[in-house]
């Protein structure tokens, strides 16, 4: 749910917004693990390391991180792949979520 929220909010084209951004996905999260990672998420800028939110399988260890990984590059596909790339460990995984929100931003789907 929360991926299919960034995509669509990512859609809406720009400006990008990060605060209301982040407050919609917040409203989305019913879990915990969910609500703690986008806040923090929230608070990363552009040159922040995403390790902490995690890059394995596990969905609350990879959505979100994918989310940042657009959030902190939202005008620069290679630049948001590079993000979900260099953390390691679920590197495709990651880099695939981050990249769909991207394309979606770009083609205004």
Do not use: N
């Not at 960034?6 to 609500?35: I, M, N, W, Y």
């Amino acid at each position: 749910v929360l991926l299919a929220a960034a995509t669509a909010l990512a859609a809406q084209g720009p400006p990008f917004d990060r605060k209301a951004f982040f407050g919609a996905l917040a409203r989305h999260c019913v879990s915990e693990e969910f609500a703690w990672q986008v806040k923090a998420a929230s608070r990363l800028r552009r040159h922040d390391g995403l390790g902490f939110l995690g890059s394995s399988l596990p969905a609350h260890r990879s959505v979100t991180t994918a989310i940042a990984c657009f959030a902190t590059s939202p005008e620069s596909y290679e630049g948001a792949i590079e993000k979900a790339v260099a953390l390691g460990d679920d590197t495709d995984t990651v880099a695939a979520m981050a990249g769909g929100r991207e394309v979606a931003r770009v083609l205004e789907l």
